[in-house]
């Protein structure tokens, strides 16, 4: 038998010493601004290690200083979260759009490129696009199929080789399932590196969560979360999470303090009950997300199911990097509809037990209208390129029994 526990067992106490608490089983909230030094010399040693002016010494345990740098059910949250991916380190945010564009404000300055995959969330796109342009960083996008040459033919020609500082994917990418090769993206990386200037990988993991893919195996420098989705996993709550060396997140965490959206002790406490649950939640959505597929797959009234249970060995690369990164094929599901916003609209007005609602992930099972709702801020041109259309709709699924999930989604689509 091995001795080395799993992470879904070490989730209900790693890094929490009741003895501390009054012995309380589950960590409390530590409600307060500040923090008290029992010395002014441990004061001193405190904010050395923190600002980054000495390592931290061999067995030196760090204080805590104040809450916008640390705090006791961050902490917690950030070891235990590293658990799942198997990384060094942590840092947890106020949102997931916080914790990705605090790694490209790090990461970035003026007159450097950040290479994207596409699609992306609209968030993470709008902001690349629309707000990177200000601080004078360019971007450049490379598309599904595009190999490794290719890429670097694209970074080149645009004259960005030596700006390069970068890349953000997002694997599988929001709301078409689409897979990007992580390894394939590293060596891209690479290629592009230089003593004096590395190129990072950034891995929107979020579409997968913490359990279903394990970026930073495959190559990936950060990996990314919305930790709203999978990882609070009962929609109350918005948070985002970055982890990755320690080195690296040293770095993302220097700069969350000044920016101050590290997340609250209130969130923090939250996500820790709920990753107690983390494993047992994403399985349950798992096998429902694989009844439902295989539901809409055989009806005459969709057109198309984009999801990663119906890739074959037909689809080529694809099915190549869903067997290599993939533990699962995830809980999303987006299918077309036969017809288009008129009848996707009429299928969303008629749902009973699946809510019409934004966001992913959680225990109730949600559907929205990509086009129109979380990817309406993407260029139309660039929308139809990727065949985010009026006719699609996206399905998070839930914990609920299967049966009665394809039944609400059956009489919705009768109703067309």
């Known amino acids: 038998m091995s001795n080395k526990m799993r992470p879904e067992s070490l989730m209900m106490s790693y890094g929490y010493k009741p003895e501390l608490s009054e012995g309380a089983i589950k960590c409390p909230i530590f409600q307060t601004s500040t923090f008290v030094f ?19 010494n061999e067995n030196e345990e760090l204080g805590l200083i104040y809450s916008r740098i640390n705090n006791p059910d961050l902490e917690i949250l950030e070891n235990r979260l590293t658990l799942w991916d198997e990384a060094e380190e942590c840092a947890v945010f106020e949102s997931g759009m916080a914790a990705i564009t605090t790694v490209m404000l790090e990461f970035l300055k003026p007159g450097d490129c950040v290479l994207i995959s596409s699609p992306l969330y609209g968030g993470s796109d709008h902001f690349v696009r629309k707000v990177l342009p200000k601080y004078g960083i360019n971007s450049l996008t490379f598309k599904l199929g595009q190999t490794k040459e ?97 080195a690296l997140m040293a770095r993302v965490k220097g700069l969350r303090t000044f920016l101050g959206n590290m997340a609250s002790p209130n969130t923090g406490w939250l996500l820790m009950r709920s990753l107690e649950t983390l494993k047992a939640r994403m399985d349950i959505q798992s ?17 198309k199911v984009y999801f990663l249970g119906n890739l074959t060995e037909a689809d080529g690369a694809q099915f190549d990097i869903r067997n290599r990164q993939c533990l699962s094929n995830g809980g999303m599901i987006s299918f077309d509809v036969i017809g288009g916003e008129k009848e996707a609209f009429k299928f969303l007005n008629s749902l009973k037990l699946i809510k019409l609602a934004v966001s992913l992930g959680g225990t109730e099972s949600l559907a929205e209208h ?38 609400d989604i059956s009489q919705a689509l009768d109703s067309i």
């Open 287 to 303: 096998g429902n997300a694989n009844k439902v597929a295989a539901f809409l797959n055989e009806h005459p009234k969709v057109e």
């Open 370 to 407: 990509p086009a129109t709702m979380t990817h309406v801020d993407v260029d139309v041109e660039l929308r139809n390129e990727l065949k985010v259309t009026g006719k699609m709709v996206r399905l998070s699924v839930g914990v609920e029994y299967y049966e009665d999930l394809i039944s």
């Open 150 to 246: 290719e890429i670097i033919e694209l970074v080149n020609n645009a004259g960005m080789a030596d700006k390069l500082a970068l890349i953000h994917i997002e694997t599988p990418a929001n709301p078409t399932n689409v897979l990007v090769d992580i390894e394939m993206t590293k060596r891209i990386a690479e290629h592009f590196s230089t003593e004096e200037k590395p190129v990072y990988l950034a891995v929107d993991n979020t579409y997968m969560g913490p359990l279903w893919q394990h970026p930073l195996k495959h190559g990936a420098d950060l990996v990314l979360y919305s930790a709203t989705k999978y990882i609070g996993g009962h929609s109350d709550v918005i948070a985002g999470a970055c982890l990755g060396s320690k």
């Open 38 to 56: 029992r010395s002014a010399e441990e004061g001193k040693a405190f904010f050395e290690v923190a600002y980054g002016h000495r390592p931290k």
